[in-house]
């Protein structure tokens, strides 16, 4: 490799690194969802829940956590009785809904639909 | 599940469906570089192969046919001699490449850099 490819390897793999990070954390099945309902005001588990149909608890459970530990999504409890527990975007939260939200207006305008089933 | 779950599920499937696909497409390896390439006008295989440091022929000449496949890229072939092979993107790569620059762009800004490796 001559140094100049090697320069730009350098300049170029953390690059690659962050674009890989956020792909799979956007491409994670529910989390497109999960971000839309949050943009759209659902604070509690049970409102983000009914907002994703096929969405089992569990799995909203676990993208949650995951979105939380990657400063997305911030969790607020509150100590009442009982004690009320909030989800909402973070700063870097609210600037991924634009993203999901290109990735998903190019894959409707680009991508063939798969064809409907017809339900009697 | 209710009638009106199962009417929401019904619209978002076919949606989920494109999305997951359209992530599969950017999300990778080499996708987001080598649309970049033909975005800064490389329409050879070489030309392009060089624009992306670390990428092997046979993964540049894989990607290029995925992508053909996807109706991303277009190949013209000039029956020159010898046969010159071109490669440029078509309508809907041209829209994909906003789309990764935006994925980039929120990973540049909200995920923390690899820490650079010290050379002598």
């Known amino acids: 490799m ?34 839309r309902a949050l943009m759209a005001g659902r604070t509690r588990f049970n409102d983000i829940a009914k907002t994703v149909p096929g969405l089992s ?22 100590p009442s009785t009982p004690v009320r527990v909030e989800y909402a975007l973070t700063e870097a939260g609210e ?13 409707e305008t680009w991508l063939p639909l798969p064809a409907p089933e017809k339900t009697a």
């Open 95 to 107: 600037a991924l809904v634009p993203v999901v939200c290109t990735v998903a207006g190019w894959a």
């Open 57 to 78: 608890d569990r799995l909203l459970s676990e993208r949650l956590k995951e979105l939380e530990a990657e400063g997305i999504v911030a969790r607020a409890v509150t």
């Open 2 to 35: 001559t140094r100049k490819n090697e320069q730009m390897t350098e300049a170029l793999s953390p690059y690659c690194a962050v674009y890989s990070r956020a792909i799979e954390i956007i491409g994670r099945r529910w989390t497109g969802a999960i971000l």
